[in-house]
């Protein structure tokens, strides 16, 4: 298959990167991309990412910057964060975070001193780094005690949680994270945040995009502040948003902390391709995206329990399915690395409780945004799961030749469904 030239100018100036870009696309238009934080952005979001827009530099926020020539930019930003506020129903949004990590440690410079106590998800029971994990800056500059989930259930216990945050009195709790399959109760969290006067971040990064089209539980208005990045469920760009009631000058807050405190100028043509993105999962047909996204992680959960795996919590309310490996005999790495010969992206991944270590853990993480994204439905999920298990079983068995039947399937389907965003194929 060969892909026509898309990208006249770069193959004109550096035919070495453009060609890179080409087997890239190539790659996303053959495989079956099944990383939970991972999708396929639209044209439109792409084109606004790539607008002369980036080559102005604009400290601050709109009608109020330590630049001139800002009578477009501000208007963009400003289309940008209105359809934030009016796509979440919040009272305050902040489009200029880097991304999701920038975003979270914006947090901590609005609401704690170094040394504070922190509170979050740990890593390994399906947190995120920026919760306050031991490698990361924020368990270095803050004091992160963790929650995690119960060993029989895969999910959190709220007593826990509760007794965690009585006896530390953190001044920040983050909820949501990067591995967790099923619904957050933001009510509860923001109850237990309440009596210990703790700020509550709900983390959405993963799930924003069921947020908005109702297919998750909305964090306003448990939460004080919202976190997320823009690419995932979202269908954005590379970003990221904080959210805030406007009422409480917490958005007063997190606005100092982004700008002047932690960041210089934002990137513009990534507003503007926020701001697109937000537009898109305005329409109804988001809806449908979102829910469509669910559905499809629960049918291809239900047909991979049938097929005997083991699930994280017994299953998924959302986009994604952790599957620890560990009755089938194959190490999550192994199994994702042999995945990928078969066309299949998934990411290895702990599972609570994992006795292996992070860089070569039990489980694989898989969800369903990209797929559903290329129009499968839950009617095709009964194939996805018979290509990860014959795939799981030719990684334990080092046969390469069943994996490559696999990649041959996998284009197949694939080229029946074209992903939104890449060059049309032709040949
Ligand atoms: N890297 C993201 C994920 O895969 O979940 C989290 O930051």
Redesign the pocket.
């Known amino acids: 298959m060969t892909l026509p030239h898309h990208h006249p100018a770069l193959t004109a100036d550096d035919p070495e990167l453009a060609a890179l870009v080409a087997d890239e696309e190539r790659l996303q238009a053959t495989t079956l991309r099944m990383?939970?934080?991972e999708n396929y952005v639209s044209r439109a979001v792409l084109e606004a990412g790539g607008t002369v827009l980036q080559n102005k530099y604009s400290e601050g926020y709109p009608g109020r910057r330590y630049y001139e020539g800002q009578q477009v930019i501000d208007q963009v930003e400003a289309l940008a964060v209105q359809r934030a506020k009016a796509l979440f129903g919040t009272g305050h949004a902040n489009v200029q975070p880097y991304s999701?990590s920038p975003a979270n440690l914006a947090c901590y410079l609005a609401f704690a001193s170094p040394g504070d106590t922190v509170m979050g998800m740990a890593l390994p029971m399906g947190g995120?780094l920026t919760h306050g994990w031991g490698v990361s800056a924020t368990g270095k500059w803050f004091r992160g005690v963790q929650y995690g989930v119960r060993q029989d259930t895969g999910v959190v216990d709220f007593d826990e949680v509760r007794d965690i945050a009585r006896r530390e009195r953190p001044k920040l709790i983050f909820c949501g994270g990067?591995a967790v399959p099923r619904t957050i109760d933001f009510a509860s969290f923001a109850d237990i945040a309440r009596e210990v006067g703790a700020v509550l971040v709900a983390d959405i990064?993963?799930i924003a995009g069921l947020v908005a089209g109702g297919a998750h539980p909305s964090p306003v208005p448990h939460a004080d502040v919202i976190s997320t990045t823009t690419h995932k469920t979202l269908r954005g760009p590379r970003g990221a948003m904080l959210l805030a009631r406007e009422a409480e000058n917490l958005g007063r807050a997190v606005d100092k902390a982004v700008f002047p405190g932690l960041q210089g100028g934002p990137h513009n043509q990534t507003t503007a391709a926020i701001a697109v993105a937000l537009h898109e999962a305005a329409q109804p047909s988001f809806r449908e995206y979102a829910h469509a996204v669910v559905a499809n992680a629960k049918a291809l959960a239900e047909a991979l329990l049938a097929r005997g795996f083991d699930l994280v919590s017994g299953g998924t309310d959302n986009h994604l399915v952790l599957m620890d490996l560990t009755p089938k005999d194959v190490p999550g790495k192994v199994a994702a690395k042999a995945l990928d010969r078969a066309g299949i992206v998934v990411?290895y991944n702990t599972v609570p409780f994992d006795p292996r270590k992070p860089f070569d853990p039990s489980g694989i993480r898989i969800g369903t945004p990209s797929l559903t994204s290329r129009g499968l439905r839950a009617g095709h999920m009964a194939t996805v799961a018979e290509w990860i298990d014959r795939g799981v079983g030719a990684a334990r068995t080092g046969d390469e030749e069943t994996l490559a039947k696999i990649r041959a399937e996998v284009a197949e389907l694939m080229a029946a469904h074209p992903a939104p965003g890449l060059p049309t194929t032709t040949g």
């Open positions: 990383i939970a934080s999701g995120h990067t990064a993963h990411n």
